[in-house]
């Protein structure tokens, strides 16, 4: 099931996360694309999706522990914000 567009983040964006949607954004203009554009950007968010049903199958099979399935879930949650970021 896709996740919801992320709400805003509220205050200040960790400045982490503004670099990652900078280095993303790079990335789509290099190709032409733009996190900006709606389509662009559900399109990337349906890519983050298929890498959480990715790390779900990980996790039921033993490739993945808890832990570093939590840190994966982590960075691809912070992920879905670079849209929103720009």
Do not use: K, S, W
């Not at 992320?6 to 993303?24: I, K, N």
């Not at 982590?74 to 929103?84: E, K, L, R, V």
């Amino acid at each position: 099931m896709p996740n919801p567009v992320p709400m805003p983040l509220a205050g200040d964006p960790d400045p982490a996360l503004v670099r990652l949607a900078t280095r993303v954004q790079a990335e789509f203009a290099g190709r032409g694309r733009t996190l900006t554009d709606p389509a662009t950007a559900e399109a990337y968010r349906i890519t983050l999706d298929v890498m959480r049903m990715i790390h779900e199958g990980a996790l039921a099979t033993g490739v993945l522990d808890e832990d570093q399935h939590a840190a994966l879930a982590g960075m691809t949650d912070g992920a879905d914000h670079a849209p929103g970021l720009l």
